[in-house]
């Protein structure tokens, strides 16, 4: 279509929908006269616009214009969107391009969508975009996918804005269709997963509009994603399969039967949609009912030849009779199906809460495989007919149950308390009915966590290690298995007004006997002492005796503010999420805690933690952070001596280039911190990596080993092994951890791999890694420290002029990088290997001046052997053994 006569449409466009509805159809067609086609694609953009409310509601003609002038995103394959490097291309479509992409800072995989140039001309437009983006960013439901950042970089197109989410493997629902119809059983089980989304982003006001099998993804493990909530609308003019999408113009005249205007998926539209009238969330019943009818049946419930046949079926005609395509379809099925279809709103279900129990009772049914059980028999005959044999099933059930559970209790073996060492909390359910609330139950699961993990004599896995099996299907003995444990407490909580009831039960994971269950309610402001009681109450059923610190501290818990408490739960819950967007709002919340109530000493150190994650991941140059960062630590532990995570938000903070690396205080506040919460992995993982800059490398491996243990998904204590066994010269053994890790995102992994190869006398191994990773990342952001190594490389093959090449580079590239003294330490033995013993000791002396201390490492190292008799090197590692030994005696 040429430019002349898309201004041609849009100009009609535009006048017509400054008509009332009533008088648009007399308009075109005077305006019009006998060219039909533009008529035609005139009202094709009419009925796409719905009157759309919000940008969020982009009409299709807003995203066409674009695509049909050629406007193309440029390819960003191989480049740096901040620390975001993209990997490859995902898929492009009207909102621009997707990509696989790695998160540097947090070694995640996300995917990052970059909005076309024309989309973001209009300054209001983009405003409103990003304000309903952050909108949707606050909800957290495990069926839909997660934002993490919206942000603009400056590219040299012009400026560049882009949505960072998280990246969902697996296969969308549209795949999983084309193999054909699927079981009952699993499409009730996708749908309910999506109508579970829908309610939490409905309850929030966000209403998705482009329900369809290409927005659904099916992880491996059966989770379901809805994808581009709230975004839906930015991608009607993605080109795609002509049965669902009027795509590309190719020039032709009918726009009936030819590519034409991005017209958006009519094969799922509600017909308020399909007509531009106003739309509510009960749009989406309608889209998830023909997804349902089209998993069960193996075909959509109204097609036709052209889109105005498809309309017209989708606005008059009724779908053909479900248990035409499905065999096994009950009449509860098709009640349900037909119910989320009918064209009248006001008949369909009214809230996807209301669908969610039909599904979930019907799921139920098919389980049972009780024929004459239907949810939908209108006879009050049959409903006592069914009661009866349902009573009789009931009872019968109970009975059985009864017997087994008694055969099965006399042949168990009893689980002695002593028997319990390790536990694992697994998250509490959410019961309020409400998926905002979530975060509620993610807080409490955390602090009755922290509770338990206070106790010296029982391992307690870590909430990053538990809160995978959110939703999981596993059973508690693969679970405990996995997280090596011996017992694991589950339960539920449920929040009603200023109340929190908590069902809790102890169970030994590898019977699934359940040892103890108890419930409690209270007043949310006594929510602190409700988790210390339950503490004890676990504790006390596995009969672990307390040290007397130990029972001060899980009886010391103080009322609080019923607001601070929930802006403390909410603040905790973003700050877990870590991603720049989230720390804002998790600081955001925490401030408003320690306002409301200034003597909440756990929200202080909260606080503290995230201003420090502020500083060190998000905003390195907003010195203010720090500041603010110890002002709370101060404040935390002046109002309860007791804390763990202040003290390790203490450490964290001492522990910089700023400071010059106090190792001594570092160390006492990491050990402080383990001393209160021997669990807590994050305290190991920096204790370890302090206990290495000063060469105590035993101490290191010990502090990490217990961090996999309380923590398997740790990744971080699981390379830094790998690195310690290098030190200790076990490259062998250092090559088997570090293959077990994934190397994505993380380029010291590769680094010390190919550290480990050179010394094992496999340089071109070595190098290989070397050029890969340098390729992967060719900013080399980490301080200069693949070119410090590559430099390294270089001098091992006499090729000095190169090797003096990649010693300035890295020297420019780790300018102000706070661990810089590993680059400094890889340019001293560069400039050893070539012999060049002044440079060599100057760089050596920087390193351990610099944080770096290492005698041990210094004094064994093969590639420093040119200068062991060097006076000048032989005073440093005099002065550095009196260094370390003073540490061997002091720590």
């Not at 450490?651 to 400071?659: D, I, V």
């Not at 191994?765 to 900013?779: D, L, R, S």
């Amino acid at each position: 279509m040429k430019p002349e006569r898309w201004q041609q449409i849009d100009q009609l466009f535009q006048s017509a929908i400054e008509r009332a509805p009533d008088e648009r159809a007399a308009f075109i067609k005077s305006a019009c006269g006998d060219d039909e086609s533009l008529r035609r694609d005139v009202e094709a953009l009419l009925a796409s616009d719905g009157e759309a409310e919000s940008f969020i509601e982009a009409p299709a003609y807003t995203i066409a214009a674009p695509l049909i002038t050629g406007d193309e995103t440029l390819s960003l394959l191989g480049k740096y969107i901040n620390h975001y490097r993209i990997v490859s291309l995902v898929g492009r479509g009207g909102m621009g391009d997707v990509y696989l992409a790695r998160d540097n800072r947090l070694n995640r995989e996300v995917a990052v969508k970059v909005l076309p140039a024309t989309f973001l001309r209009d300054a209001e437009r983009l405003r409103r975009f990003e304000r309903e983006a952050q909108v949707v960013s606050a909800l957290n439901h495990p069926n839909i996918i997660t934002i993490h950042e919206i942000g603009e970089v400056q590219t040299e197109t012009g400026n560049t804005h882009y949505i960072v989410t998280e990246y969902v493997e697996g296969e969308t629902l549209r795949q999983r269709t084309a193999e054909g119809k699927m079981k009952s059983s699993e499409a009730l089980d996708v749908a309910t997963q999506v109508a579970n989304a829908m309610a939490a982003a409905h309850a929030a006001g966000i209403i998705h509009r482009d329900i369809k099998p290409e927005n659904v993804m099916v992880r491996p493990d059966g989770l379901v994603k809805v994808l581009d909530f709230g975004l839906a609308k930015l991608t009607e003019s993605e080109s795609a399969c002509n049965d669902t999408k009027i795509a590309v113009s190719t020039g032709s005249s009918d726009f009936e039967t030819r590519t034409g205007i991005v017209m958006g998926t009519v094969s799922y539209m509600s017909p308020e949609q399909a007509r531009g009238q106003k739309v509510d969330h009960r749009t989406d019943i309608f889209s998830l009912g023909v997804m349902l009818y089209e998993m069960l049946a193996g075909r959509r419930p109204f097609e036709g030849p052209t889109t105005s046949d498809l309309i017209a079926a989708l606005l008059i005609a009724e779908p053909p009779s479900l248990k035409q395509h499905c065999a096994d379809a009950t009449a509860d099925m098709e009640r349900i199906v037909a119910k989320c279809l009918a064209k009248d709103r006001e008949a369909r279900y009214q809230s996807a809460e209301e669908l969610i129990a039909d599904l979930k009772a019907l799921r139920h049914l098919s389980q049972e495989k009780k024929p004459a059980a239907t949810l939908g028999i209108d006879t009050a005959a049959k409903r006592v007919a069914s009661f009866r044999w349902y009573l009789v099933a009931v009872i019968a059930a109970v009975l059985i149950v009864g017997i087994v559970s008694i055969v099965q209790w006399r042949r168990a073996p009893e689980v002695q308390p002593d028997q319990i060492k390790s536990l694992a909390v697994l998250p509490l359910e959410n019961l309020s009915g409400d998926p905002a609330q979530d975060y509620f139950a993610d807080g409490m699961t955390e602090s009755l966590n922290a509770g338990v993990a206070r106790v010296g004599s029982l391992r307690v896995s870590s909430r990053t290690s538990v809160m995978q099996y959110r939703q999981t299907r596993k059973s508690l003995p693969d679970i405990a298995r996995e997280l090596n444990v011996d017992a694991v407490v589950e339960g539920s909580v449920q929040r009603i007004g200023e109340r929190v009831k908590i069902t809790i039960r102890l169970i030994y994971a590898p019977t699934e006997r359940s040892l103890w269950a108890e419930t409690y309610e209270r007043d949310l402001s006594d929510a602190p002492a409700l988790q210390s009681e339950i503490a004890q109450a676990v504790i006390q059923q596995i009969q672990i005796k307390l040290t007397p610190q130990e029972h001060k501290r899980l009886v010391s818990a103080r009322p609080v503010n019923p607001a601070a408490y929930d802006d403390y739960l909410r603040g905790r819950f973003y700050f877990n999420r870590q991603n720049n967007a989230d720390n804002v709002t998790a600081i955001r919340m925490l401030e408003r805690a320690v306002a409301a109530d200034p003597n909440f000493a756990a929200a202080h150190a909260e606080l503290a933690q995230a201003y420090s994650y502020r500083l060190f991941l998000f905003a390195p140059e907003e010195k203010q952070w720090e500041e603010k960062a110890f002002v709370e630590v101060e404040k935390a532990l002046s109002l309860d001596p007791d804390l763990d995570v202040a003290y390790l938000a203490r450490g964290r903070l001492l522990w910089t280039p700023a400071n010059h690396f106090p190792h001594e205080k570092a160390i006492q506040e990491f050990r402080r911190a383990l001393a209160l919460n021997p669990s807590l992995d994050e305290a190991q993982n920096w204790l370890a990596l302090v206990y290495n800059h000063i060469g105590a490398f035993d101490q290191a491996l010990q502090e990490l080993q217990k961090a996999v243990i309380v923590n398997p998904t740790n990744t971080s204590a699981q390379f830094r092994i790998g690195q310690t066994l290098i030190f200790q010269e076990k490259y062998e053994e250092a090559l088997t951890a570090l293959r077990s890790i994934p190397k994505q995102g993380n380029p010291r992994v590769g680094y010390w791999r190919a550290m480990a190869l050179l010394h094992l006398g496999r340089r071109d191994e070595a190098a290989a890694i070397g050029e890969e990773y340098i390729a992967e990342y060719p900013v080399d952001a980490d301080g200069g420290l693949l070119t410090s190594f590559n430099a390294l490389l270089a001098a091992t093959a006499g090729d000095g002029s190169k090797a003096e090449a990649m010693i300035r580079s890295a020297i420019n590239r780790g300018e102000g990088i706070g661990h810089f003294h590993h680059t400094a330490y890889d340019i001293a033995c560069a400039y050893s290997v070539m012999k060049k013993t002044g440079p060599a000791i100057k760089w050596l002396q920087a390193a351990a001046d610099g944080g770096f201390p290492c005698y041990p490492l210094f004094v064994r190292d093969p590639f420093l052997d040119n200068l062991r008799k060097e006076p000048d090197f032989i005073a440093l590692m005099s002065k550095l053994k009196t260094q370390w030994e003073y540490y061997r005696t002091r720590l």
